[in-house]
C-alpha cells in the first residue's frame, strides 16, 4: 500500500528466529464478514455524485450507488460500485474505471 486508505493483506506467523509456522499452528480467530465496495468518488455536493452515478450508469457499470454519511457534521456523498466478491473482480473493476477516466477509484469496507 502506498497511500492512506485500506488494502487486502496476506498475514503469516513466525517464531522467535523467523521461521514461518504452519497454518495450524495459529489459532484462527473468529471470521468476520466485512462486504468489499469500489468507491469511485466522494463528494461534498449531492449533484456531483448523481453525475458520476449517471456517468457509471451509461457506462454499463455496476451496480452502483450513492451512500451518504455524516463527515465532521456534514454530508458526504459516496459513490460505490458492488458489492465486490473478490480481489480480482476489485482489480477488474478499477481497470474499468480507468477506462472511463476515474483514476482514483479506492477500496471501501464495510
Same mark, same amino acid.
Not at 521461521?19 to 468507491?39: F, G, I
Not at 457499470?61 to 460500485?81: C, E, M, T
Given at each position: ?22 497454518p495450524s499452528a495459529v489459532p ?12 469511485? /468518488? ?17 457506462? /454499463?457499470?455496476?451496480?452502483? +450507488?450513492?451512500r451518504n454519511d455524516q463527515v465532521? /457534521?456534514?454530508?458526504?456523498y459516496r459513490v460505490r460500485v /458492488? ?6 473482480? +476489485? ?20
Amino acid at each position: 500500500m502506498i497511500r492512506d486508505g485500506t488494502a487486502l493483506v496476506e498475514v503469516r506467523s513466525v517464531d522467535a528466529q523467523g521461521a514461518a509456522l504452519p497454518p495450524s499452528a495459529v489459532p484462527a480467530a473468529p471470521a468476520r464478514v466485512d462486504t468489499l465496495y469500489v468507491q469511485a /468518488g466522494a463528494f461534498a455536493d449531492a449533484a456531483n455524485s448523481e453525475r458520476l452515478l449517471q456517468k457509471l450508469r451509461s457506462a /454499463g457499470i455496476g451496480p452502483a +450507488f450513492v451512500r451518504n454519511d455524516q463527515v465532521g /457534521g456534514k454530508s458526504l456523498y459516496r459513490v460505490r460500485v /458492488g458489492p465486490v466478491p473478490s480481489v480480482a473482480e +476489485f482489480d477488474r473493476l478499477v481497470q474499468e474505471l480507468k477506462g472511463i477516466g476515474i483514476d482514483d477509484a479506492r477500496l471501501a469496507v464495510d
